[in-house]
């Protein structure tokens, strides 16, 4: 391992992610992991990494960071204005940075997490099999907290060489524009019985907005109240559950959720519909359409399918 990347400014909120703290939820430890999982598996493909490898979050206002070794990196996600030495570089791509050059970020265009992966992957100490940071109890990434200035970054080896990762690129869908208006895919429950059938229609028809109050651990929705039965004996909660409190406003559970709750869950968003919903900002309006398991399904294969073929992949796509 190498000291590879010096932080000058943190930025907002900088963390180390990976895909989460699985299997231990049963023991009440939060997942945590990548608001966008699409976003930082494409970037770690991009660079030759494998798909789950640390990667750097970074939400809406972007650090400055010094790299210490000749490396290759790639940002995917947001658009937060990426620049290298000052020069604008395009997120979806893989470029070879030299020792002693900088990254930076400037205005946030679309979207509000970006992830920086880098060649080798950030080796940060593993905590259950992760290497992901959950701030509220310190665990994991660096130190268990958002970088500060002054930081230090190791990597690990790259998995050729690097102008062979370098120039790599993934060709910008709908799926990756996180201002195009579209419906948010969900499937209705498992506490569907608990809500009226008004309530249910008015879900799927109303608009709902993301509000101040959000986090990591989940998006506050402001919009007509919901009418159900709001408490129930605590269950299991999934990334996109959709709980229900008795305010009525719904709150969509994203990385940092707790491991079970007690509110009503009208419905789940499906997995590849979530990063969209993570990149939403403040004051965004969200829309909801039910589908079925099947096509939920369905769609994750096709996603999946992507991801593999990127894997893949020894040029460009």
């Known amino acids: 391992m190498n000291e590879a ?50 990667a750097l979050e ?35 791509k893989s470029y070879f940075v030299e020792k002693g050059q900088r990254l930076s970020f400037g205005k946030p265009n679309n979207g509000g997490y970006a992830y920086l992966a880098v060649a080798g992957g950030l080796k940060t100490p593993e905590v259950m099999g992760s290497r992901s940071t959950y701030v509220k109890t310190e665990m994991g990434g660096y130190k268990g907290r958002f970088l500060k200035k002054g930081d230090y970054l190791e990597t690990g080896f790259p998995s050729s060489k690097l102008k062979q990762l370098s120039g ?21 429950g498992p506490d569907r019985q608990g809500f009226t059938e008004e309530s249910i229609q008015q879900f799927l028809t109303s608009p709902y907005k993301v509000t101040p109050q959000s986090d990591r651990m989940g998006y506050r929705l402001d919009g007509p109240p919901l009418d159900g039965e709001a408490d129930i ?38 997995s590849v519909d979530l990063p969209y919903v993570a990149q939403q900002r403040a004051g965004n309006e969200l829309r909801f359409a039910a589908v079925s398991v099947r096509e939920a399904q369905q769609q994750y294969v096709k996603r999946e399918f992507l991801l593999q073929r990127l894997n893949m992949a020894a040029g460009k796509f």
């Not at 990756?176 to 895919?185: K, L, N, P, T, V």
């Not at 004996?233 to 994203?254: E, H, R, W, Y």
Request: hydrophobic share 45%.
């Open 5 to 54: 990347m010096k932080i000058i400014k943190p930025g907002l909120a900088t963390s180390v992610q990976d895909l989460g703290r699985k299997g231990y939820q049963q023991y009440g430890v939060v997942v945590a992991g990548a608001m966008d999982d699409f976003a930082l598996q494409a970037a770690n493909l991009l660079v030759g990494n494998k798909r789950g490898e640390a």
């Open 58 to 92: 970074i939400a809406l206002i972007g650090p400055e960071i010094m790299m210490l070794e000749n490396t290759v990196v790639a940002i995917c996600g947001a658009d937060l204005s990426p620049k290298l030495d000052g020069e604008a570089i395009s997120c979806w």
């Open 168 to 188: 790599r690129s993934i060709k910008i869908t709908k799926a990756m524009d996180y201002q195009s208006r579209r419906h948010i895919r969900v499937v209705l």
């Open 233 to 270: 004996i605590s269950d299991a909660v999934l990334p996109g559950t959709i709980q229900v409190p008795a305010n009525g406003k719904p709150i969509v559970l994203l990385a940092d959720r707790q491991t079970t709750g007690g509110y009503a869950r009208i419905a789940s968003v499906i």
